[in-house]
Every structure is written in C-alpha cells, then in structure tokens.
C-alpha cells in the first residue's frame, strides 16, 4: 500500500475506510462444529472420549443389562430360588430347539427320561424326542415375594405345564442352576458395589487428611497404609470373616463380608487421591482459595476434589472386580456367605470337588457371568480411566 | 546404599510389631477361644479327666489371662508359662486341636508353601517376560491382541475353578493323582530323588493355577511400560545412526522397563500366597492354606495366628528385598529416598 497525501491539503491522509459495520471479533469466530466443543463442559467432554473407546462402551451396556437384572431377578428367573425337583436331581442342560421333526414350533425342550444306572448308581437323564415342551412366555409359574414385598407369580418364561424347563441343568437338590444364578447376581453385584462405596469413603478420607495436612499425619496413614497391604490380602479376609459371630442371621453376614471387602481395600484409593491432592494442593487455584480464607474441608472438598474424581471413580470400578472374586473365593471356601443366602460363590460352592468336573460339569457355569462381568468391569474402568481425562 | 539398607531394616521391625498386634486382635475377634468351647462341650458330656485337661492346658497357655499378658506371652516378651518363649524365641505356641506345638503340626508345610510361592514367581517372570516384550514390539498385532485377551481372561477366571479344571484334565492325559504335591507311597517319607521328581511333576498344576493373574498383571505393566519407553528419543536416534533392532531394544528400553520385575515381588508375594491359599484348599495340598482355612474356622488360635504370621513375615520380606535390589539397580530411587528426606 502507498501513502500519499489528499488533493485538499489539510494533512489528513488518504486511506480506504469501508463503511461496512465491523465486528471485532470476527477473527475469533468458530464454526458451530468448534464451538459446541470448545464450550462443553468437562463431564461432556468425557462422555464423547468415552465413546470413542469401543469396547468400553460395549462393556458398559452389558453390565447395565446385568444391574438391571438385579432390579428383576425374580420375574427373569423361570423357577423359585428354592424350589425343588426330587424327580430331577442332577438333570444336565436341557438344549432348547426351536424345530421338531422339520415343522416349526417355536422355542421349546424335550423333556427328560430318568432311569437309574444300577450298575454304577448314575443318574442317567435321555431327552425323549416324543415330549415336546414349548416354552412359555409371560405366565404365571413358581410364586415368589417380588422384593420380599408382595406376592406375585409373573415370570419372562416358565416351562410348558407339567414339563422342566433346566437350561442349565439342576444340582444336588433338584433346583434349577439358571435361576439360582439369575437371584446370585443380585448378591454378587451388590456385594461389589457396597464393599467399594466404603472402600471409597475410607480411601477419600485418609487419603484427602493425608495429602492435605502432611506432617506426621501422611507418616501416619503411610504407615497404616504399608501395614495393611504387607498381609496376604485372602487369608486376611479369610481371618476377619471367620470372626463373624456364628449367631448373626445370613443377612447381617452379608453385610459383614461387604464391610470386611471394602474395609482392606481402601488403600490403593488413598494413595492415588493422596498423590492427587499432593499434587493439586500447589495449584494457583488452591492456593486463591485459601488466601481468601476458604476452610480446609472447603478447599478440599469444592477445589481439589472434582478435579479428581473423574479418576477416582475410574479407579473405583477397576477395583469392583477383585471384590467380587473376593467374594466369589471366600463363599467358595464356606467362609463367605452362606444358604440361604445365594451368590456366584455360594453356588460353586458346590462345585468344589473333582467328582463335579467329571460327573456334573453344568455345576460350574456360575463361574461364566463371573468372568464376564470382572472382564467386562476391566474394560469398562479402562475406558473410564482413559475418559477421566479429557482434555490430553 | 548402606543408610538405605540400615533405613529399610528399621522400618521392617515397627511394621512386623504392628502386624502382630493386628494379627493377634483378628484371631482374637470370635468370642470365647478353642479351649473354653472345648470345656462347654466337656462339661455338658461330663468328661471329667479331659475337662481338667483342658483346665490345665488352659492355664498353662495363658488363656486365663489378660489379652494384652496373653499378647506379650505369644509374642514373647513376657515371661509366660514356660518362661520367655514366644514368636521370638521361634517358639510358635501349641495347637490344641491337633494336641501338638505348632512346630511339629506345620512341620514341612511351611517349607512346601514356600517352595509354591517361590516356584510360582519364577513361573511368573519367565512367562510374562517374553510375552511382555513380544506384545510391546508388535503392538496391535493379532499376537498382541491375543495375549492380551489371553491374560485378561486369566485375570477374571477365579483361579480355584481353573485349578479343579486342570487336574481333572491332568488327571486324564497325564495320570497325574489327583491332589497333593506328591505321589501318595512318598507322603511322610524323607526327601529322596524319587520324591523330589513326584514333587515337581505334581507341581506345575498349582504354580500355574497360582501365577495366571500375577502374571497377566505383569504382562500388562511390561508391555506399557515398554511401549513408553520404545517411543522416546534415544530409540529413536539409536535406530537412526542404525543399531540392529535386537541388539536396541535389548541395550537400552528393555533395561529401564525391568523395575516392574524388581519391585512387583513386593506386590506378587501378597497375591500368590493369597492365591495358594485358596489353591491349596481345593488341590489339597499339604500347604498352609487348608490348615490356616480349618485353624480359623475352630479358632485354634496360636495355629492361626503363626500361620497369618508366617505369611505376612515372608510377605515383608520379599518386599524388602525388593526394595533393595530395586534401589541396588535403580539410583534414582535411593537418591529419591534421601531427596524427600
């Protein structure tokens, strides 16, 4: 661009100025696109990092479908969760068909012939392709107390009148495995969630007074810390769950074992919300909130902790599942929770000799939804944890 | 070096105290001890020469005295019944079930719990190191993502069932009997080659049972770890002034990602001895945990309680001893250590 001076002489220089009106922050301006992400907030932020991680979200839906059945256990499951069979004691799997004889029928099973093997005392179970028992959907079968509240019969699908319906086979008593596991998921999935919820109190607490205060308070819960995670953490269990008083109803000993799970478990939180705060605590932002005379717990509480807590609950997930093996370990051992009372655990109990793998292998399929959800609980906490940070 | 050393020892000591007293509380925890019930039981059958018995030994092992006297005789600062003997003085009390000190009952288990664990860490570090290393340097490869399936699976089978479903197959293919550590002739015999062999044949089962988890978890820190390192800038310039890649990730990433190996015995030994306790109920092997399983459940105390105790010392110490190798091989961390300091 040249300069030069107006024809009139009055000093003023000649320049184009458009008479458009002017927005100054046109420069700045982004596309909607842009815009909805800069302006998002943090816990948006996470939930789309978390979407992309395809098997987390995977994970996630599945152990949803899981929690819920917990919300519904006795109308999912075909039978009670203490009816008896003494006609089918030790029946396998009935396989479900959806053809007979090349024709259409709709989901349904043969029913089972019985005959006693005189030579060797084995049950021995045929199916008889002359029974064909459809399945019924929706119906009234075994009736049960929905949330040990009122009386009701509904079932998602209950055997054909006068046959079985043993998905997965029945166990010593005649009971059926599918539904006994269906009612074990309701035990086994809380047990994890109560026992991590005091795991996580304890965790927030001592690690949050041993990261803000320092001193010989963090010597202290160092300490603390060190100890507890020196002892072997099964026979530890083992032993707290022994010292359960014998008199306590199945109920109390159940929340006994949850209280015992989540109180040898904090440790690993503390350390990582201790490091956090240790970290956090020398932040500009803190250090504005106290020199305004906010109050310790204030700091922690509204400042330091949302920063973390995106990862403490990622960290809390990635630990659900060593709880529920806990449990899982310690029923199986007679030391956990006992009949009535029916977890995953409880159930392979019974599946504790070799005679159950050669004879009745169906006795170990409660092991499948406990490795499914520990995997599933793995993956998801990955997801969480790589989600907890969105902004890397 | 040596101030660490020194330091580390001290530390150990206030630790194992602390362990004890927390030990000595959780054994102490069910109401009324082995004796006492056996004297309601007695009484009731009106067994008067086994009560006095019971009386007697009740007296004689300090039962009748205050927790914190009882505490102090177990332990083996106060002078108890016979005098100073205790923990101590590796006297580990007496068993009452079994009407015999503890010594004599645990006898060669405690030397089989450690062969295990041992057995078992060894298993651990040579599988999980080539896989690691593998995994890491073919990332996202069909291998890769096999191994890792594979080890996430072996995290989330409880290892009790993967025990009964191995020797069951054991059983089948290679005749192996079933439970125990041993061939049944050899049970009670003294040591000979013919055992020791019957030993280690019997063995891998419960070492593999053991291991899986620890060495999944391993797998997966070696390979972050690993991967970490293999993308920083000295790899980079290394293979730029051309170094053979063997000879590259051997030199030079390899040795910086071993720390886990060093320091995971502090965090391994906890969980094999926690996974042989569990194992061994199911494997029934003459190891401490079904004896440590029925100790508790009968609340033969001093049993028990030597048992836990044995098993947090050897934890203790094989997490000292990680420390040390690992501050041996590591300056940062023995710097660190007095940094902070």
């Known amino acids: ?392 | 070096m040596f101030t660490y050393f020194i330091h580390r020892v001290l530390i150990m000591i206030p630790t194992l105290l602390a362990i004890s007293v927390l030990i000595f509380i959780i054994i102490q925890l069910p109401p009324g001890d082995y004796l006492s019930n056996q004297i309601l039981e007695l009484k009731s059958q009106g067994d008067t020469a086994a009560l006095a018995k019971a009386e007697f030994l009740r007296h004689q092992y300090g039962l009748d005295r205050p927790l914190i006297e009882q505490y102090a005789i177990w332990l083996g600062v106060w002078s108890g019944p016979n005098g100073f003997s205790g923990l101590l003085q590796g006297d580990l009390g007496y068993s009452f079930e079994f009407d015999l000190p503890v010594t004599e009952v645990v006898g060669d288990r405690l030397l089989l719990s450690f062969i295990v664990s041992f057995a078992t860490i060894i298993f651990t570090w040579v599988v999980s190191f080539p896989i690691g290393v593998y995994s890491a340097t073919h990332q996202y490869s069909i291998g890769d993502h096999s191994l890792t399936f594979l080890g996430f699976i072996g995290l989330a089978t409880p290892n009790f069932l993967l025990a009964l479903v191995l020797i069951y197959f054991a059983n089948i293919t290679f005749g192996t009997s079933i439970g125990g550590l041993m061939d049944p002739q050899y049970l009670d015999q003294p040591w000979s080659w013919g055992k020791f062999v019957s030993v280690l044949e019997h063995l891998w089962i419960p070492v593999i049972v053991i291991g899986t988890s620890g060495t999944a978890g391993m797998i997966r820190r070696l390979r972050a770890n690993l991967l970490d390192e293999l993308q920083k800038q000295y790899v980079v310039t290394g293979r730029a002034k051309g170094l053979p890649p063997l000879r590259l990730l051997i030199k030079y990433p390899l040795r910086v990602s071993l720390n886990p190996f060093i320091s995971d015995i502090g965090n391994l030994l906890p969980q094999v001895i926690s996974g042989a306790a569990i194992v061994s109920v199911v494997l029934s092997l003459p190891t401490t945990g079904p004896m440590l399983v029925h100790a508790l459940q009968s609340q033969d105390q001093y049993l028990a309680g030597s048992f836990l105790m044995f098993l947090s010392f050897l934890t203790v110490i094989g997490m000292f001893l990680s420390d040390v190798a690992l501050a041996g091989l590591d300056p940062r961390i023995r710097l660190g250590e007095q940094a902070v300091r």
Request: glycine share 8%.
């Open chain 1, 1 to 392: 661009m040249t300069l030069r001076t107006t024809s009139g002489g009055d000093g003023k220089l000649d320049h184009y100025v458009s008479g458009e009106p002017f927005d100054p922050y046109s420069v700045e301006s982004m596309t909607s696109e842009q815009e909805r992400y800069y302006m998002a907030s943090q816990w948006q932020m996470m939930w789309w990092k978390f979407c992309r991680h395809r098997l987390a979200v995977i994970s996630g839906a599945i152990l949803a479908v899981f929690y819920f059945s917990i919300l519904i256990s006795e109308f999912l499951a075909p039978y009670h969760l203490h009816s008896r069979d003494a006609q089918h004691i030790f029946a396998p799997p009935q396989s479900l068909h959806l053809f007979h004889k090349g024709e259409f029928v709709g989901p349904f099973v043969y029913g089972l012939d019985y005959r006693l093997n005189m030579e060797n005392l084995k049950r021995e179970y045929t199916p008889n392709p002359d029974k064909v028992q459809p399945i019924r959907f929706f119906c009234s079968g075994d009736s049960y107390k929905f949330w040990g509240l009122f009386e009701a019969s509904a079932h998602l699908f209950c055997p054909a009148e006068g046959g079985t319906l043993y998905l997965l086979g029945t166990d010593r008593l005649g009971r059926d495995m599918l539904s006994r596991i269906v009612y074990g998921t309701r035990i086994s999935l809380t047990v994890g969630l109560i026992g991590i919820s005091i795991s996580f109190l304890l965790g927030l607490f001592f690690g949050g007074v041993s990261g803000y205060f320092g001193g010989w308070w963090d010597t202290l819960t160092q300490r603390l810390i060190e100890i507890i995670r020196s002892f072997p953490e099964l026979p530890l269990w083992m032993a707290l769950s022994a010292a359960l008083p014998v008199t306590w109803s199945p109920t109390l000993i159940y929340f006994g074992i949850t209280v015992i799970l989540g109180l040898i478990d904090w440790t690993g939180l503390a350390r990582a919300v201790r490091g956090k705060i240790l970290s956090l605590r020398e932040e500009d932002f803190a250090t504005a909130a106290q020199l305004m005379g906010a109050s310790s717990s204030r700091i922690i509480g509204r400042h330091l902790m949302p920063s973390f807590m995106s990862h403490l609950i990622a960290s809390a997930t990635l630990s659900i599942p060593s709880m529920i093996l806990g449990e899982t370990a310690l029923s199986f051992l007679g030391l956990g929770l006992r009949p009535p009372i029916t977890s995953w655990g409880v159930l392979l109990n019974e599946a504790q000799n070799i005679n159950v793998v050669a004879l009745y292998p169906w006795l170990m399929l409660p092991v499948v939804p406990v490795i499914i959800v520990v995997l599933t609980l793995n993956f998801f906490g990955d997801g969480l944890r790589d989600a907890a940070d969105p902004y890397r």
